[in-house]
């Protein structure tokens, strides 16, 4: 079984401050995605990552692949309240089928 | 494109009835995928399809069946409901080397 761990579980931070969640697996992905979800609602794709040391920036979030395709990072600069949610990376096996981490809570109180 | 449509959004069943949780998307995707999401344990997938006519177990398929009769449609069924399988599903559909879409998910309690 291929598990994904994520970093921080929980994070509460103040608006303006810059943060990290990391995503890692001992285990190879073809490709790896990261999702935000708010309650009641599904999650929704933010980015994917396909090529090892692969870098990719929305806004004011940066995603990077690792060299060996096993880790993934989130990086956020200067939070906003709107930033508040549950992220989640996902690992594509073979087959389009994914394997999610345990996701990381942030809340960024104004 | 209303996107993934899944019904219902809310569910109590007693413990040994069976439903059908329902799942259709509009976007012509070839993979669609159940999985469900329990507190602290992130999403596990439960039934997975590739195409119309082809379905495959995930990490969490006891309890559950799946078919693919059309492009569209996933329906779930679980087959004797059992107060473990109380949680949150979501479905999702996507095409091959994308991102999926989910579905706004169904919350089931099982009593």
């Known amino acids: 079984t291929q598990l994904l761990e994520q970093s921080p579980q929980f994070l509460s931070i103040q608006e303006g401050e810059n943060l990290t969640v990391y995503c890692n697996s001992s285990?190879?992905?073809?490709?790896l995605q990261w999702y935000r979800q708010e309650p009641g609602e599904g999650p929704v794709l933010l980015v994917t990552v396909v090529t090892g040391g692969e870098v990719k920036k929305l806004k004011r979030l940066t995603f990077q692949f690792g060299d060996a395709r096993k880790d993934s990072s989130l990086h956020i600069t200067a939070a906003q309240p709107g930033d508040t949610g549950l992220y989640l990376c996902?690992?594509?096996?073979?087959?389009?089928?994914?394997?999610f981490g345990g996701g990381t809570r942030l809340m960024v109180k104004p | 494109n209303a996107g993934v449509t899944q019904t219902p959004k809310f569910q109590v069943l007693k413990t040994g009835q069976s439903m059908t949780l329902q799942c259709a998307q509009d976007m012509n995707h070839e993979y669609m995928s159940w999985y469900r999401q329990d507190p602290g344990m992130g999403l596990r997938l439960i039934h997975y399809?590739?195409?119309?006519?082809?379905?495959d177990q995930g990490e969490v398929p006891n309890g559950y069946n799946v078919s693919r009769s059309t492009t569209e449609d996933f329906p779930l069924r679980l087959l004797s409901a059992a107060p473990s399988q109380t949680s949150v599903y979501f479905c999702a559909s996507s095409r091959e080397n994308y991102g999926y879409t989910f579905g706004s998910g169904t919350r089931l309690t099982v009593v």
């Open positions: 399809s590739v195409g119309a006519g082809i379905t």
């Open positions: 285990s190879v992905f073809s490709s």
């Open positions: 996902a690992g594509d096996n073979a087959g389009n089928m994914l394997t």
